[in-house]
């Protein structure tokens, strides 16, 4: 029951950066390990980042390892996607992702480990 707002989409050149925020509300933020799973129109969902309650392991796809840096602020209850290098391949729809998890520290690795979602950002990488 965690509700979720994405923000920071936009376009922007292949090679450069991009930061995404998460805002979460309506539950207690300490219990979820939070994540970025990404579409592109006509394709699969594709797992990006994850990372635990708090904050101290994270995993990446294999596709944006080294790139792509995920973060969070419990205080402001708030998940950040930072993107460097972006490629016209990241174009797509970022959603922010929530698995609820009281008392397990791990991070998801996969994304049907999420069960909230929030609305999704555009990030559109031209060439």
């Known amino acids: 029951q965690v509700q979720l707002v994405e923000s920071g989409g936009g376009t922007v050149q292949a090679g450069g950066s991009l930061r995404l925020s998460c805002a979460a509300s309506?539950?207690?933020?300490?219990?979820?390990?939070m994540g970025w799973v990404r579409q592109a129109p006509g394709k699969e969902r594709e797992f990006v980042a994850a990372?635990?309650?708090?904050?101290?392991?994270?995993y990446y796809g294999d596709s944006v390892k080294g790139r792509f840096t995920i973060s969070r602020d419990n205080a402001k209850a708030t998940v950040y996607l930072q993107m460097n290098l972006l490629k016209p391949e990241d174009t797509a729809v970022y959603y922010c992702?929530?698995?609820?998890?009281?008392?397990?520290?791990?991070?998801?690795?996969?994304?049907?480990?999420?069960?909230?979602w929030g609305q999704g950002t555009q990030v559109t990488v031209s060439s």
């Open positions: 992702a929530a698995a609820y998890r009281p008392g397990y520290l791990s991070v998801p690795r996969f994304q049907n480990e999420f069960g909230s």
């Open positions: 990372i635990n309650k708090s904050g101290g392991n994270t």
């Open positions: 309506g539950s207690t933020f300490t219990d979820y390990a």
